[in-house]
């Protein structure tokens, strides 16, 4: 019952901060004629994996929130980013987010976003 009252606290969070940005169409698709479209991949235990529109100020939380919501209890998020040609992986746990204990890291073009199946 707590990971839904979670769940329902993020959503409710990230709706009130969207502002006049629609979120809802969110799925990309690029053309091979269409110029690059800054974009996010999200994995693993989400409802809808998939290729995503990035935009500035993107959290985790709302790249999340753009897959589905999670689709396990585990709500342990991993975020690769490469830059200048290293790798580097970011650990989120969304069940601090609410309390206040972290905030959400900001996402940049190209992170893959994933939530494991199962606890690591």
């Not at 609410?98 to 905030?103: A, L, S, T």
Request: contains cysteine; glycine residues 10%; proline residues 8%.
């Amino acid at each position: 019952m707590r990971s839904i009252g979670i769940l329902f606290l993020l959503v409710c969070l990230t709706v009130v901060r969207a502002g006049p940005t629609s979120r809802d169409s969110s799925a990309g698709t690029n053309s091979v004629d269409s110029p690059h479209k800054p974009s996010i991949d999200v994995s693993g235990a989400v409802q809808k994996p998939g290729h995503y529109d990035w935009f500035p100020g993107m959290t985790v939380v709302d790249a999340i929130q753009a897959a589905g919501g999670f689709a396990s209890t585990n709500h342990l998020v991993l975020i690769e980013r490469i830059e200048d040609g290293h790798s580097s992986r970011i650990r989120f746990h969304a069940d601090t987010f609410p309390y206040g204990m972290k905030k959400p890291p900001l996402l940049k073009d190209g992170d893959v976003v994933s939530v494991p199946k199962r606890i690591l």
